[in-house]
């Protein structure tokens, strides 16, 4: 296989701007263990976690369940101080910034830069360790309703 562009690994340290859990409108799909985890995390059985926290979205051919927003379109466990699930947070979220699209080319990866200044600061995470993070979420996927 060639070599990618992060072989000698990537810089990223969250700055704690919130920006990635606030500011625009966006989703935070979940999968079953995301699910399972946040609604155990939070002592909720799995249909009134959803009822409470998620909103379903029509993605067309399937639907996909994603947290709820609030109308500044903050996510809706996002308090003051942080994630209030932090500890149970979304695979989405813990593996982020290093999610396939934007590990596909040095450019993505830059241009995430743009709106995620914890790219290209502090921690130096090894090929290995971001590989380790892709996979985190294979066998996650979000859930996608037929
Ligand atoms: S945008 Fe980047 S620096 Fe800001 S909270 Fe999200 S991960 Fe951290
Ligand atoms: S679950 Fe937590 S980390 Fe994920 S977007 Fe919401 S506040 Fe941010």
């Known amino acids: 296989m060639g ?3 992060y072989e000698k690994g990537l810089k990223f340290e969250c700055q704690g701007c919130n920006y990635c859990c606030s500011s625009e409108p966006g989703y935070v799909f979940l999968s079953e263990n995301d699910i399972k985890r946040l609604s155990d995390g939070l002592s909720m059985d799995r249909q009134s976690f959803i009822d409470t926290y998620c909103r379903v979205v029509d993605m067309g051919a399937f639907k996909m369940i994603s947290l709820l927003e609030k109308d500044n379109y903050d996510c809706i466990f996002l308090q003051e101080g942080g994630c209030k699930v932090y500890p149970y947070r979304p695979k989405q979220c813990e593996t982020y910034p290093f999610w396939a699209h934007v590990l596909e080319d040095s450019e993505s990866w830059e ?10 600061k502090g921690k130096l995470y090894t090929k290995k360790e971001i590989e380790a ?13 037929l």
């Open 3 to 5: 070599s990618c562009f």
């Open 111 to 120: 241009a995430e830069g743009r709106s995620c200044p914890g790219i290209n």
């Open 133 to 145: 993070k892709l996979n985190q979420r294979l066998g996650n996927e979000p859930v996608m309703i």
